[in-house]
Every structure is written in structure tokens, then in C-alpha cells.
């Protein structure tokens, strides 16, 4: 799906059960996690020029690696 050039991404992930998700669009981000209706959704802006590497580890917890797109 193409996306407007210059708007940031929204990634969502909850804290509870490590549920996350990419929006596009600001307007359609949930408040709850749709998969165990918990409240506590993190939010990070992700700019069009940066890529991240998301990793989930049971001893680390939740690891997120920003870095600028070449
Ligand atoms: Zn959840």
C-alpha cells in the first residue's frame, strides 16, 4: 500500500503480550490491543527514513534497533 511521502509511521506494541502492529495512518491506531484488550500500547513514531529491527526476547524483554535507511 503506498503511503503519503513525509509522514511518519506509527508502530504500536502492547506491553502486556508484546502485540505490535505498523499504522500508516495516525487516524486508524487502536488504544487497545486488539489480542488481549489490554490498555498499555506503547507508541513510536517511525520517520520514512528510518528502519528498525524489532526483536522479542524472553530474557532481554522487548528490543527495538532504529536505524537511518540508506
Ligand atoms: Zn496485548
Not at 32 to 46: D, H, R, T, W, Y
Not at 65 to 70: G, L, M, N
Amino acid at each position: 500500500m503506498p503511503k503519503p511521502a513525509g509522514t511518519p509511521s506509527i508502530f504500536m506494541l502492547c506491553e502486556t503480550c508484546y502485540w505490535c502492529a505498523t499504522y500508516f495512518d495516525k487516524t486508524k491506531v487502536v488504544e487497545k490491543c486488539p489480542k488481549c484488550l489490554a490498555g498499555m500500547l506503547s507508541s513510536f513514531p517511525i520517520m520514512p527514513d528510518e528502519a528498525f529491527i524489532f526483536s522479542c526476547d524472553a530474557k532481554r524483554g522487548v528490543e527495538l534497533d532504529f536505524t537511518r535507511r540508506k
